[in-house]
């Protein structure tokens, strides 16, 4: 069944924004526990953010590859269960954060932690664990190869870009890289280990999740980061000089969120490459997704009908081009690879007649944003009378204020024009939101656990546009106990919202 073709609500809130005790939230206890409140207050849907590594500014949307998990996010007291690490040694820093998360400090923490316990595990198996380590192994092989392989080379190179890498390693010489591959197979087993334990783990999660009627929504973004195990290992997909640079960067022009636009600087595609091989690396990456996820967020949509092309080394995204998409060859490409394409396009921002009739020949749901809809009149699309059922329905997303913050910066006319539409006075205006998209006809809507809590400005998870304080909001277990979650679930029941008591 797809969640989206019922009534339903959930929750946006990214595992590392969970408690816990080693400076990030993860899959452990906490995980679990979230998923039983879930349950309890009749959420369907818990949405996060990409699952891979952080890049620059800590970012999600700037992994190191399509593919890989974070480390941040494995339990370690799950690998203590399998004696590969001691109470003693899983003792955190007392300079860790419960309401903050202090990347590069977690990072070290967990890395070496999780060296210590690959040393054990390769040391004495075991046959159980070392027939599922082999296994894994073999089924990830398409990306886990290239990504060990890279992540070692990276840190042997002074973490310098590939690109400055030795020309063999470069080009990917064949005797080169088994050279490599020979020199550096400790390391690479540590990077294959760590993912290992990071498919099991989340696969755990989410059948835990799936049995008490929660289902798991990612985030696909659309770019993949320069300095990645994918742009290396497929140098003829992407927009790259003959030295391996890129040639052109994505980004997005000046919008509502900056009036110098977004400079992602992301390579972009080469998609009459893409279109040659049967958008394979596409079918593959997606089809990784689907296997991770019941439901996948699809970033920047409109990026499939044309894309903003920016030349490197562009101080901004000001002067970039539209450039067209792959359009409907890549989406006819993954229906005659799966079943059906259980998305939600990402479809906001400057969004053309084009993008509308992609989304729509491929029956995918659209973002309905409630914080947009108060800047003009009643023809905004973003009033909750405009929606239609095949829609998901948010108050905000990662990239807004919370609603208390957004109210509390909103001008004068979209105040005005929120209390008569919302007939609301402004008090718990979170409430009277969240209130409003529930009763929509939108089969989906999801709230930011920031709303739910009646959290301000000091909350939000980003600000874009800027490089720096992001990504790291966490919930602490005082914030949680204040949480309202009768009137959650009492949400959810009047507007037939909670599949498990219909």
């Given at each position: 069944m797809n969640p989206l073709s019922i009534r339903s609500s959930g929750i946006l809130l990214h595992p590392t924004s969970l408690p816990g005790p080693h400076g990030c939230g993860d899959f452990g206890q906490e995980a679990y526990r979230f998923v039983d409140w879930l349950e309890q207050t009749g959420q369907s849907l818990w949405q996060m953010l990409p699952l891979g590594e952080v890049g620059?500014?800590?970012?999600?949307?700037?992994?190191?590859?399509?593919?890989?998990?974070?480390?941040?996010?494995?339990?370690?007291?799950?690998?203590?269960?399998?004696?590969?690490?001691?109470?003693?040694?899983?003792?955190?820093?007392?300079?860790?954060?419960?309401?903050?998360?202090?990347?590069?400090?977690?990072?070290?923490?967990?890395?070496?932690?999780?060296?210590?316990?690959?040393?054990?595990?390769?040391?004495?198996?075991?046959?159980?664990?070392?027939?599922?380590?082999?296994?894994?192994?073999?089924?990830?092989?398409?990306?886990?190869?290239?990504?060990?392989?890279?992540?070692?080379l990276w840190a042997h190179e002074s973490w310098r870009d590939w690109c400055d890498w030795p020309e063999d390693l470069v080009r990917r010489d064949p005797k080169a890289m088994a050279k490599a591959a020979r020199q550096h197979a400790d390391e690479i087993e540590f990077w294959k280990f760590c993912q290992w334990c990071f498919d099991t783990q989340w696969k755990a999660l989410r059948k835990y999740a799936n049995e008490r009627g929660v289902y798991l929504v990612g985030d696909v973004p659309i770019f993949v980061a320069y300095q990645s195990a994918d742009v290396w290992a497929h140098q003829e997909l992407f927009e790259l000089d003959e030295r391996g640079r890129c040639t052109v960067v994505a980004g997005v022009p000046p919008d509502y969120f900056s009036a110098t636009g977004q400079l992602w600087g992301n390579p972009l595609y080469r998609w009459a490459a893409h279109q040659a091989s049967g958008y394979g690396w596409w079918i593959a990456r997606l089809r990784h997704a689907f296997n991770l996820f019941d439901l996948v967020r699809v970033d920047h949509f409109r990026g499939f009908a044309d894309y903003w092309a920016i030349p490197a080394g562009a101080p901004n995204a000001i002067d970039g081009q539209w450039m067209p998409g792959p359009g409907e060859?890549?989406?006819?490409?993954?229906?005659?690879?799966?079943?059906?394409?259980?998305?939600?396009?990402?479809?906001?921002?400057?969004?053309?007649?084009?993008?509308?009739?992609?989304?729509?020949?491929?029956?995918?749901?659209?973002?309905?944003?409630?914080?947009?809809?108060?800047?003009?009149?009643?023809?905004?699309?973003?009033?909750?009378?405009?929606?239609?059922?095949?829609?998901?329905?948010?108050?905000?997303?990662?990239?807004?204020?919370?609603?208390?913050?957004?109210?509390?910066?909103?001008?004068?006319?979209?105040?005005?024009?929120?209390?008569?539409?919302?007939?609301?006075?402004?008090?718990?205006?979170?409430?009277?939101?969240?209130?409003?998209?529930?009763?929509?006809?939108?089969?989906?809507?999801?709230?930011?656990?920031?709303?739910v809590l009646g959290l301000d400005s000091a909350h939000r998870m980003n600000l874009p546009g800027t490089g720096s304080g992001n990504w790291e909001w966490r919930i602490t277990p005082e914030l949680i106990a204040s949480c309202d979650s009768a009137r959650l679930a009492g949400l959810a029941y009047r507007d037939k919202r909670d599949p498990r008591r219909l």
């Open positions: 620059p500014g800590n970012s999600p949307y700037m992994s190191s590859s399509a593919f890989a998990g974070n480390l941040m996010l494995v339990d370690l007291h799950a690998l203590e269960e399998h004696k590969w690490l001691t109470p003693d040694e899983l003792v955190a820093p007392l300079t860790f954060s419960g309401s903050r998360v202090d990347y590069p400090a977690v990072i070290a923490f967990k890395t070496g932690l999780l060296r210590l316990a690959a040393g054990r595990f390769f040391a004495q198996p075991g046959k159980r664990m070392g027939d599922d380590y082999a296994a894994f192994c073999v089924r990830e092989k398409h990306w886990l190869d290239d990504f060990a392989l890279f992540k070692a060859a890549l989406f006819e490409a993954l229906l005659g690879a799966f079943k059906e394409l259980p998305i939600i396009a990402e479809d906001l921002g400057l969004i053309t007649a084009e993008v509308i009739a992609l989304r729509d020949k491929f029956n995918l749901p659209g973002m309905r944003i409630l914080q947009f809809a108060f800047g003009e009149d009643e023809r905004n699309y973003f009033l909750p009378h405009h929606y239609t059922a095949n829609a998901v329905a948010y108050t905000g997303t990662h990239d807004n204020d919370t609603s208390i913050g957004w109210w509390h910066r909103a001008s004068t006319h979209e105040r005005e024009f929120a209390q008569s539409y919302l007939r609301t006075d402004g008090q718990e205006i979170n409430w009277v939101m969240m209130g409003a998209l529930s009763a929509s006809v939108a089969n989906a809507v999801i709230f930011p656990l920031q709303d």
